[in-house]
C-alpha cells in the first residue's frame, strides 16, 4: 500500500505537466492567431492618423490635390496613376450620405473598406455606377448582409441611388481618380473632388438603433501605444475588434474565444501567464510567408510575373494571413476585378541591382484594358517608397511618352498599332542614351534592392487569366551613353 502514494503522485504531477503545457500551447495558438488577425489594424490606425490629422473630422473628405513622389511615406507602395480623396468612416451614431460626382471620360472608383482592409464594394467606372447620392449605414441588429443595394427609380428612394452596408462601424474611403498626366487635368480632377461630400444624417433603422461602437477618435487610434509592433498589434485589436466584427460573421465566436485567449479582452491587452510575444509574431509571420506562397493564393504567370489570387485580393473573407500578407505589402488594395497588381521575381523577396545593372522589359504588345481603363509599371526602393531621381519620374505607363525602337510613340491614338515595345529600369545615377529616356524607370541610385509592381485597372479577362503575354524581363549591364 504504501507504494501506491508515491504512484499516485507522479501520476498527478504527469497530469498536471501535460494539463500545463497544453494551456500553453492554446495561449501560443491563439497569440498567433491574434496578431495575425490583427495585423492590418496599426495600418489602419497610421492612415486614419494622417488624414484626421489634416481634416480633424471623421467622415469627411481629405482630398490630395497632387500625385505622390518620393517624400510621399504615408502608406508603402502608393500609386502614382491617381488622385486620392480619404475619408476615417465611423458609423457607430449616424449614417452618411456619399454624393458622387458625374465623372466622364475617365477611370474612377469610390472604393469602401473596413478596419481590416476588406475592400467590401466598389462604386465606380468599372461597376458602371451612376453619380448621385447613396446611404452608407451599419446596424448590427438589422442583419442586413455587407454589400450594395441599388435602386431601381431614385424618386421611390428618396432621391437615393442605393444604400451601402457596411460590414462594421469603423472603416476607410480612398477614392481614386485617374490622372491623365495632361495640361489642366489635375485641375479637372480638383473640380470633381470638390463637387463630392460626405455629410451624416439620422440613422434610419428597420428595427432598432442600439448604439454598438463608441465614437471612433485620435486618442483610439495613437493614445499610449507601444513602440513594439507585437505590442501594437495587441492594443489596437483590443480597442477596434470588439466593435468590428470579422468580415464572415459565422466566425465571430471562435475570433472571440482566441482574442479572449490571448489577453484581448474588455478593451485592453493583458499579457498572459507564460506567453512569448515575439516568438508568436515571428511564427504568425512565418505563416504569413507560407500563405503567400501557396498556389490558392498567388498565382504564377508567364515570364516571372506572380499575381494574387481573386480571392486573396482585397476582400478575404476568413483567409487572415492573406490579409496580414497585403496590409504588410500595400493596405487598401482594391478587389480583382477593379485593379491587378502582378509583380515580378520572387514575390516576398523582391529585386536587386548592381550598381552598372539593368533590367529590359519586353512587353509584346499594348496590353489589353476594359474601358478607361490603364496600366503601369511602378519602382519602388527598399524600403517600399517611391524612388527619388533627377527627372521626378516614378512609373512608365500609357500615359507616358512611350516610343518604339524607331521613336515612334507606343501610344499615338492609333489604335491599330500594337507592336513590341521596351521598357529599361536602371539606377538613377546610370543615364542612357537618348534613344532610351522616354522608356528608362530609374531604380534607387548605386543599385540596391528595389520591386515593381505592374498595375491595371480596369483589367480585360485576358489579364487576369493570364491570356495576355506578360512582359520578358532580362537583367545585363546597364545601358549607358
Known amino acids: 500500500m504504501k507504494l501506491q502514494l508515491p504512484v499516485k503522485i507522479v501520476f498527478g504531477a504527469a497530469a498536471f505537466a501535460g494539463t500545463t503545457l497544453a494551456a500553453a500551447s492554446e495561449v501560443a495558438e491563439a497569440t498567433q492567431f491574434t496578431l495575425t488577425y490583427g495585423y492590418p489594424l496599426p495600418s489602419f490606425a497610421r492612415a486614419a492618423v494622417a488624414a484626421l490629422s489634416e481634416v480633424n473630422c471623421t467622415n469627411c473628405f481629405q482630398h490630395n490635390t497632387q500625385l505622390a513622389t518620393s517624400a510621399s511615406q504615408h502608406v508603402v507602395r502608393p500609386n502614382v496613376d491617381t488622385l486620392y480623396s480619404t475619408a476615417v468612416i465611423d458609423l457607430s451614431h449616424h449614417d452618411i450620405v456619399v454624393d458622387i460626382p458625374l465623372v466622364k471620360d475617365r477611370y474612377w472608383v469610390f472604393p469602401f473598406y473596413d478596419a481590416y482592409g476588406n475592400n467590401y464594394v466598389n462604386l465606380g467606372s468599372v461597376e458602371n455606377s451612376k453619380a448621385g447620392k447613396y446611404i452608407l449605414r451599419f446596424n448590427a441588429d438589422d442583419k442586413q448582409n455587407p454589400g450594395v443595394q441599388l435602386c431601381g427609380d431614385p424618386e421611390k428612394c428618396n432621391g437615393l441611388q442605393g444604400y451601402v452596408n457596411a460590414p462594421t462601424p469603423y472603416g476607410l474611403m480612398v477614392v481614386r481618380y485617374a490622372a491623365k498626366h495632361t495640361a489642366g487635368d489635375l485641375q479637372e ?8 461630400g460626405l455629410y451624416t444624417v439620422e440613422k434610419g433603422c428597420r428595427t432598432s438603433c442600439r448604439v454598438t461602437a463608441p465614437t471612433l477618435t485620435m486618442s483610439m487610434l495613437n493614445s499610449s501605444l507601444s513602440s513594439d509592433p507585437a505590442i501594437k498589434i495587441m492594443q489596437l485589436t483590443a480597442r477596434i475588434a470588439p466593435h468590428n466584427h470579422p468580415r464572415n460573421i459565422s466566425d465571430l465566436a471562435r475570433v472571440n474565444y482566441m482574442l479572449t485567449k490571448s489577453g484581448v479582452r474588455d478593451g485592453v491587452y493583458k499579457p498572459q501567464k507564460g506567453q512569448n510575444l515575439t516568438a508568436a509574431y515571428l511564427a504568425s509571420e512565418m505563416a504569413m510567408s507560407k500563405a503567400a506562397s501557396e498556389p490558392q493564393n498567388v498565382h504564377s504567370l508567364e515570364h516571372g510575373w506572380h499575381a494574387l489570387a481573386p480571392t486573396a485580393q482585397g476582400d478575404y473573407g476568413v483567409n487572415y494571413a492573406m490579409r496580414e500578407f497585403v496590409a504588410y505589402s500595400g493596405y487598401l488594395a482594391l478587389r480583382a476585378t477593379e485593379a491587378l497588381y502582378p509583380s515580378y521575381g520572387a514575390f516576398q523577396k523582391g529585386l536587386h541591382l548592381g550598381p552598372r545593372e539593368s533590367y529590359i522589359f519586353t512587353f509584346p504588345s499594348k496590353p ?13 526602393n527598399a524600403e517600399e517608397y517611391l524612388v527619388p531621381n533627377t527627372l521626378n519620374r516614378y512609373a512608365l505607363s500609357d500615359r507616358s511618352n512611350l516610343t518604339y525602337a524607331d521613336g515612334s510613340l507606343v501610344y499615338n491614338g492609333d489604335t491599330n498599332g500594337d507592336e513590341s515595345f521596351q521598357l529599361l529600369v536602371q539606377p538613377a545615377d546610370v543615364s542612357p542614351p537618348k534613344n532610351w ?15 515593381l509592381t ?18 520578358m524581363v532580362q537583367k545585363g549591364e546597364a545601358i549607358r551613353v
Open 189 to 196: 480632377i480638383h473640380a470633381l473632388q470638390n463637387q463630392s
Open 454 to 471: 505592374l498595375r491595371f485597372y480596369a483589367p480585360t479577362e485576358q489579364l487576369s487569366n493570364g491570356s495576355w503575354p506578360y512582359p
Open 437 to 451: 529616356t522616354s522608356n528608362w524607370l530609374p531604380a534607387p541610385k548605386g543599385g540596391g534592392g528595389l520591386s
Open 368 to 380: 489589353p484594358m476594359a474601358q478607361y481603363g490603364f496600366w503601369s509599371l511602378t519602382a519602388y
